[in-house]
């Protein structure tokens, strides 16, 4: 297990952290905790094996929450002294005897267990900062170069981001955590062009976002070569495949689609506080309200999902989040009936609901932390069919791979998502690719209509860096488990005749 860098071991965290839970309390805090961060990042993008863009970040800075006199405060410095640290925390409990006045009810927090001096480091093995850039370029470049030199391919973009975040914890209970984190999400999209036709079509690579090094792209995690090797082939039957004729049909979904549909329709739509509408302004509250938990029919009785902040490789996998509540797994959905929601310590508290389930995130030290998604994931069946068997239980359908556009409302009820492939299926055999698919139905609708859910050897982690909630807005990064699945009866729309071609 790597260990936790040194240069952020050597940041005042603990000095700081005193001086400001100290100032706190004597300025009458019922809760304060501080939070000293950095994050580093680097994007490296690359056109037709060109480096086209390469930058590196770096985020560090320390905050103070407090409750005081049941009101939030908030404050932030990056000025890593005591007396800094004293003047945030003063900032803090300004900012909530401000607030007071608005205040509709009293902050009050769910009870958590304290952890005096506790560590977490997240399962890699290469830490992606620690090789060298060249190398990087170099084999984004020679991938890139290999799908250049395949027939029909016209360009290449291929793009990293990676990502090591690191946390310091502490609060007036005694809590007090050091975790690290590292994540990279390598993606190459080839295309083709017709410029007799005024055509073009792409296809994207597969492999999710992880939480793991620099090994993602480089060992037996991820097989790249056949992957690549297979990327020109797709994309020519993608040109010349024959549009869809929209209708009804049974769909077979592939985890590397079916974990955004998860994301939208069932993960912001469990967070607690848009089912209780304190969340609205992005992207809207739920249709899964509070009143209906355990009686909501969420979908069939093979439906069975869980939120998971505790998954190995896991995008939102944490050993304690930024409330300081060590992080568990939890029932979702149970047999297809609303079973639980994802919590912060204020909404489980709230709703008399026990302990938080460690969904407490701020994307930055500049941030208030927020609740957030956890790794929110459908489970397999245990004896369940593979992909193949799936598809043999389908007379007319179509079988879908890959993630693409997506749109849902303000609900997250009503939606559709598109593919990176999409294959018709005949009595039971796929029979060539199409085009121009979307998929549409209601939250209840869609899941109501999943027969059959795959077996363990079908289950992937997908996932996505760039979650957004809030106001200001703050990003973060979660996976989404999934099998292959089989939905009965789905609406297919044509995309080409919906836009009005």
């Keep these: 297990m790597p260990e936790i860098d040194q240069a952020f071991l050597a940041l005042p965290a603990r000095v700081l952290a005193e001086a400001a839970l100290t ?6 805090a019922e809760h304060a905790d501080f939070r000293l961060e950095r994050i580093r990042s680097q994007s490296i993008t690359l056109r037709d094996a060109v480096l086209e863009n390469l930058h590196d970040g770096e985020d560090l800075g320390f905050a103070v929450r407090v409750v005081h006199d049941g009101t939030w405060g908030f404050a932030a410095g ?17 900012v909530a005897k401000v607030s007071a006045a608005l205040r509709a009810e009293r902050v009050e927090l769910a009870d958590e267990p304290a952890y005096p001096d506790v560590t977490w480091v997240s399962s890699y093995e290469v830490d992606p900062f620690a090789v060298p850039d060249g190398d990087k370029v170099g084999l984004l470049a020679d991938w890139s170069e290999r799908l250049l030199a395949a027939d029909g391919v016209d360009h290449v973009d291929a793009a990293v981001l990676q990502v090591i975040e690191n946390k310091f914890y502490a609060d007036t209970a005694g809590t007090r955590t050091t975790q690290q984190r590292v994540r990279v999400h390598p993606v190459l999209e080839a295309t083709a062009v017709d410029a ?61 689609n079916l974990w955004l549909t998860i994301h939208e329709s069932i993960g912001h ?12 302004a992005y992207a809207g509250t739920s249709f899964a309200t509070f009143d209906q938990l355990g009686t909501l029919r969420y979908g069939s009785p093979v439906m069975n999902v869980t939120g998971d902040r505790t998954v190995e490789h896991g995008l939102a996998t944490i050993g304690y989040d930024d409330e300081g509540v060590q992080t568990q797994a939890w029932d979702i959905v149970a047999g297809g009936v609303l079973a639980g929601y994802q919590l912060d310590r204020r909404m489980a508290r709230l709703k008399g609901l026990g302990r938080s389930n460690g969904c407490a995130f701020a994307d930055s030290p500049g941030h208030i932390p927020l609740q957030r998604m956890a790794n929110v994931s459908l489970q397999p069946a245990p004896d369940g069919p593979d992909t193949r068997g799936l598809i043999a239980g389908v007379e007319r359908g179509i079988y879908i791979v890959g993630d693409n556009s997506w749109s849902i409302d303000m609900q997250r009820y ?22 121009d698919v979307a998929y549409q139905a209601t939250t209840t609708e869609f899941w109501g209509a999943m027969e059959a859910v795959g ?22 990064a979660v996976s989404h ?7 009965r009866g789905i609406n297919i729309l044509n995309t080409v005749q919906e836009g009005g071609q």
């Design 78 to 94: 990056v000025v890593l002294t005591t007396a800094e640290a004293v003047r945030v925390a003063e900032r803090a409990i300004a």
């Design 481 to 487: 488990g999934a099998p292959a699945a089989l939905f």
């Design 23 to 28: 100032r706190a309390r004597e300025l009458g």
């Design 269 to 280: 739509a469990t967070e607690l506080d848009r089912a209780l509408g304190y969340e609205a």
């Design 414 to 435: 009503n939606f559709q998502f598109t593919g990176q492939r999409f294959f018709e299926i005949r009595n039971g055999e796929l029979a060539g690719q199409l085009r």
């Design 455 to 476: 077996g363990p050897q079908t289950w992937r982690l997908g996932g996505a860096f760039n979650c957004g909630k809030a106001q200001p807005g703050q990003i973060a």
């Design 196 to 256: 007799a036709q005024g055509q073009f079509e792409t296809m994207r690579t597969c492999a999710p976002p992880v939480g793991r090094g620099w090994e993602y792209l480089t060992g037996p995690t991820w097989d790249w070569a056949a992957e690549l090797s297979e990327i020109p082939e797709w994309l020519a039957q993608k040109m010349k495949a024959r549009s869809v004729e929209p209708g009804c049909y049974d769909v077979v979904i592939d985890p590397s």
